[in-house]
T-cell receptor, first 112, second 113 residues
Framework: QKEVEQNSGPLSVPEGAIASLNCTYSDRGSQSFFWYRQYSGKSPELIMFIYSNGDKEDGRFTAQLNKASQYVSLLIRDSQPSDSATYLC????????????FGTGTKLQVIP | DTGVSQNPRHKITKRGQNVTFRCDPISEHNRLYWYRQTLGQGPEFLTYFQNEAQLEKSRLLSDRFSAERPKGSFSTLEIQRTEQGDSAMYLCASDRVTDTEAFFGQGTRLTVV
């Protein structure tokens, strides 16, 4: 079992729709959860991080965490073509530094 | 530009050659990380420095790989006797103890031919 699992996609959504990206993790000791966006050939850029169960909203993005189910998701409302990218889920164990484990990413395509 | 800086951005080398990459972290960041990302995969952790001390190395970091951070500022990652399987994007990140996440540089894309 991979430590962080994501559906590789591609996930296609029409412009203006809600895109839902999902991630599961295997280590119950994971403490911090991150969503990164990565455009082709570029480095990952952080979109959201979440530590506590529940929802966290930032603009058009909402991260959801359920530690009991070991599940984290990212919702993108009013999807735009510029949101088309690979979205990487990453988790970190407590340890005092940012050694994160990434999933393989989900490719999102927003269709105009 | 006050972000994490990596050089070169692209490197093409012949199999068997040695290559060295440089990472300049954000100036006040005392923690530095190297990751490797191959096509279709997420970044994989290679090694971590706190100041000049290398505190963790992944088993992915074979004996052909060596990383240094001699004065606790910039870091270098050297790959000796490169192999085609070393072709990847090498990412550097840095942060401080008080940061919630590490900040990534733009990466160095290595192609071994």
């Amino acid at each position: 079992q991979k430590e962080v699992e994501q559906n590789s996609g591609p996930l296609s959504v029409p412009e203006g729709a809600i895109a839902s990206l999902n991630c599961t993790y295997s280590d119950r000791g994971s403490q911090s959860f991150f969503w990164y966006r990565q455009y082709s050939g570029k480095s990952p850029e952080l979109i959201m991080f979440i530590y506590s169960n529940g929802d966290k909203e930032d603009g058009r993005f909402t991260a959801q965490l359920n530690k009991a189910s070991q599940y984290v998701s990212l919702l993108i409302r009013d999807s735009q073509p510029s949101d088309s990218a690979t979205y990487l889920c990453a988790v970190n164990r407590p340890g005092g530094y940012q050694k994160v484990t990434f999933g393989t990413g989900t490719k999102l395509q927003v269709i105009p | 530009d006050t972000g994490v800086s990596q050089n070169p951005r692209h490197k093409i080398t012949k199999r068997g050659q040695n290559v060295t990459f440089r990472c300049d972290p954000i100036s006040e960041h005392n923690r530095l990380y190297w990751y490797r990302q191959t096509l279709g995969q997420g970044p994989e952790f290679l090694t971590y420095f706190q100041n000049e001390a290398q505190l963790e190395k992944s088993r992915l970091l074979s004996d052909r790989f060596s990383a240094e951070r001699p004065k606790g500022s910039f870091s270098t990652l050297e790959i000796q006797r490169t192999e085609q399987g070393d072709s990847a994007m090498y990412l550097c990140a840095s942060d401080r103890v008080t940061d919630t996440e590490a900040f990534f540089g733009q990466g160095t894309r290595l192609t071994v031919v």
